[in-house]
């Protein structure tokens, strides 16, 4: 059985609503990204980016019908060879299509970041806008999305987050994008943990007509990678076009290095959101693991609980804490060996010790 894609646009006074049909013989899924007025990709590449994992998992040949990076096909047969070995459940599969382009970048390297409002992504935003390594590149826009952990039925919630992520980026002097989307929704990403890189590629992609680099801040630091897991520097590149690069951005600094130098940025201090665990409102509920790790990397450099959370964290609260993944056990021994370089010492440092059996 094959699985078949087409797409179309539809134009109103609110934006442009792009929709991908993604059937086969039993099944006919409905995706769809909706922007303000902008001028989308011409390409099909967010297409078979956003249905590459539910191929895999259903051994299902896809045919593309529309234009797709002929350099997109080659590093797709790449990405999956890495993901069948590392996960046994997905398998390789074909992607053909109608038309193959042959699309060379421009080589200016106007960026647009995957932009969710937390450390990392704050992090990539002031590595291209204020700090002077040579890979930076001309960061034009940041993308926040609605639809992955901010519910698509949650308008109040994503206006907090996105008036918060605003604020931010303004204060970089980019420019913040939206879009909306059911890619997480429709099945098609179900082991998100695994699956959310392509998701959030797929909406970058859409961006192609005026970037030639997608930036997706690193989740872990080159020195602790784990593997599997969504976002690596293994495999997210091999979701770029031949015009449009995916970048795992940063991977040379921890999580709590990064905090060391947004810690001096005012702006990135009053309106960082990490949460995504907590009551969906769009801030920090300052109690899920993602919250107080974040405080925690925070007090491991010696300073104080940013303004963004409203309360401090409890040793009683670091006991409550449940790792469910080596991630997050990574992340807390990053703190513990921050605070020991920094000369940070503490009741709460021990409490960490104990949950993490360090």
């Known amino acids: 059985m094959t699985i078949h894609l087409s797409q179309s646009d539809v134009r109103d006074g609110t934006g442009v609503r792009r929709e ?27 297409a078979v980016i ?36 590392w996960m046994p459940q997905y398998s390789r599969v074909t992607f053909s299509a109608e038309k193959e382009l042959t ?16 450390v990392d992504a704050t992090f990539s935003l002031w590595r291209h ?12 826009s940041a993308l926040l999305v609605h639809g992955f952990d901010l519910p698509l039925n949650g308008v109040d919630v994503f206006k907090t987050a996105r008036d918060s992520a605003e604020k931010i980026a303004n204060d970089a002097g980019v420019a913040l994008k939206t879009i909306e989307t059911n890619v997480r929704s429709t099945g098609l990403a179900e082991r998100w943990p695994y699956t959310y890189i392509p998701a959030l590629a797929s909406c970058l992609h859409l961006f192609d007509a005026a970037h030639d680099v997608g930036i997706i801040g690193s989740d872990e630091p080159y020195s602790a990678l784990v593997i599997p897991w969504g976002s690596n520097p293994i495999t997210n590149h091999l979701l770029s076009s031949g015009r449009f690069q995916v970048k795992y951005d940063s991977g040379g600094y921890t999580r709590t290095q990064k905090v060391r130098v947004l810690s001096e940025w005012p702006t990135a201090m009053e309106n960082l959101r990490v949460c995504w665990e907590g009551p969906k409102t769009g801030k920090n509920c300052g109690r899920c693991e993602k919250c107080i790790r974040t405080i925690l990397n925070f007090r491991a ?17 670091i006991r409550s804490v449940r790792l469910t993944n080596k991630i997050q056990r990574s992340f807390m021994l990053d703190i513990i060996s921050e605070a020991r370089k ?6 709460w440092l021990e409490t960490l010790k104990g949950l993490v059996g360090s």
Request: glycine share 6%.
């Open 20 to 46: 991908v049909l993604i059937e086969n013989r039993s099944e006919r899924i409905k995706l769809f990204y909706k922007v303000d007025n902008a001028a989308l990709s011409d390409s099909m590449n967010s």
């Open 50 to 85: 956003a249905s590459v994992f539910k191929a895999m998992s259903e051994k299902k040949d896809v045919v593309v019908h529309g234009a797709v990076s002929k350099t997109l096909l080659e590093n797709i047969d790449d990405f999956q060879d890495a993901w069948s070995s």
């Open 103 to 118: 699309d060379p970048s421009t080589g200016d390297r106007r960026s647009i970041l995957a932009f969710s409002g937390g």
């Open 301 to 317: 450099i010696g300073v104080e609980k940013p303004a963004c959370f409203e309360a401090d964290v409890t040793n009683e609260m």
């Open 342 to 347: 920094s000369g940070v010492s503490g009741d």
């Open 129 to 140: 806008t204020r700090s002077l390594s040579r890979h930076k590149t001309n960061m034009h």
